[in-house]
């Protein structure tokens, strides 16, 4: 071999024994196919890494199959237009995450995919239902107000009238609530939330039936929003400390939505773990944990909001959640800045209310922070 030749080939080739614990990264974006069944490429969603972390995601939400791409609005996006055509009908929320909101505003009109917004309880998502609707979309629990939504009847109408089902689940992650469980056809995540959990790392994921996910595949790759190898090994990573983020974050929050219940300076709190929130029983009866998000809205007009987050020195005024640190945003003039003022009244979202994702922190920290900007 001459230099050129050696720098490309020089020493690789040969089989390399794996006995390490933990899966070797592929950065490989060329396979040989020869002799082979299988030809993976990072956009047929079918490499090493790729594989590995959606057989654990599989595993955690009781589902047959799955695909990573590289935001949560990747998945959304290649759901939705996999599902749907021009002249379907489809119901959603009218508490969605704003990207999907945009999404449906910004190109379902353009592309005659016609859409009905409905409330979040049972009956109203029932009503909006015609002959003509495909697929119902849902997010439980919802942002901000933590509305958690009755999969299960929701499920079982839609099984009945031929419909697909599909959950973002983002918010509760696969500890707290399986929606395949309780009879939903896709479960999507944004996996930059919990999944990944560390605020260093866009991703999203669809799981479901093997059927519906090669449905979703076949466009996927043309869309191409696949998930390289680093990230994907970065989120097996994650994904191994899950659980114990999870719990450790639901447990923190349960206790400061207690916390602030308790604090004159605090007029309303959101949490689905409180007997006072209207949502739950139903959480009760559909999630393992009542998640780590909560909502509150300060008594004292007095009391500026904005100046509040300044004054914390912990809790991070951002705008993602679901990390190991505790973050905050008022949803009025980030997720909900789009609507105006009459709108955000009419869902419940005033201008005072605060976001709080709750960390793994000691509570008793993420207390004393709470206490110190509001005597500031
Ligand atoms: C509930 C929910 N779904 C989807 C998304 C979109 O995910 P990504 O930012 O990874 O595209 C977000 C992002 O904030 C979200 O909060």
Do not use: W
């Not at 997010?139 to 973002?168: C, F, H, Q, W, Y």
């Not at 449905?215 to 989120?235: K, P």
């Not at 916390?259 to 007997?275: E, I, M, N, R």
């Amino acid at each position: 071999m001459n230099k050129n030749t050696q720098c490309v080939h020089g020493g690789s080739g040969g089989a390399i024994e794996v006995t390490g614990i933990n899966t070797p990264v592929y950065t490989s974006t060329a396979y040989h196919y020869l002799d082979s069944d299988k030809q993976p490429y990072p956009r047929y969603f079918n490499t090493p890494n790729q594989d590995v972390v959606v057989a654990k995601l599989c595993a955690l939400e009781q589902t047959e199959a799955g695909l990573l791409f590289g935001s949560g609005m990747a998945a959304i996006s290649t759901t939705l237009f996999s599902l749907l055509s021009s002249g379907d009908h489809v119901v959603l929320q009218d508490q969605l995450y704003g990207g999907t909101f945009n999404l449906v505003m910004k190109e379902f009109e353009r592309l005659g995919i016609r859409y009905t917004l409905a409330a979040s309880d049972a009956d109203s998502i029932v009503a909006a239902v015609r002959d003509d609707t495909r697929v119902i979309y849902l997010e439980s629990p919802t942002n901000p107000l933590l509305t958690v939504v009755d999969l299960r009847s929701i499920a079982t109408m839609a099984k009945r009238r031929g419909m697909v089902t599909v959950v973002d689940n983002t918010f509760a992650s696969p500890i707290n609530q399986n929606p395949s469980l309780l009879g939903i056809d896709l479960v999507i995540h944004s996996g930059t939330k919990y999944l990944a959990g560390h605020s260093d790392l866009s991703c999203g994921a669809v799981l479901g039936s093997q059927a519906l996910v090669d449905r979703i595949r076949a466009l996927a790759l043309n869309f191409g929003g696949c998930l390289n190898a680093q990230d994907a090994a970065l989120l097996e990573r994650s994904l191994k400390t899950l659980a114990l983020r999870v719990e450790r974050q639901t447990h923190n929050a349960a206790a400061l939505a207690e916390f602030l219940g308790s604090l004159d300076a605090v007029s309303a709190v959101y949490y689905p773990g409180l007997p006072s929130h209207p949502s739950h029983s139903i959480a009760r009866s559909q999630m393992n944990g009542y998640g780590a998000m909560l909502g509150f809205e300060l008594a004292d007009d007095a009391i500026d909001s904005l100046r509040f987050q300044r004054n914390l020195k912990l809790i991070a005024p951002v705008l993602s959640l679901g990390g190991v640190e505790s973050s905050i945003c008022a949803p009025a003039i980030t997720s909900h800045r789009h609507l105006s003022p009459a709108q955000r009244a009419d869902m419940g979202v005033r201008d005072g209310l605060l976001r709080l994702s709750v960390g793994i922190e000691d509570v008793a920290d993420l207390q004393g922070d709470i206490l110190q900007a509001l005597e500031q």
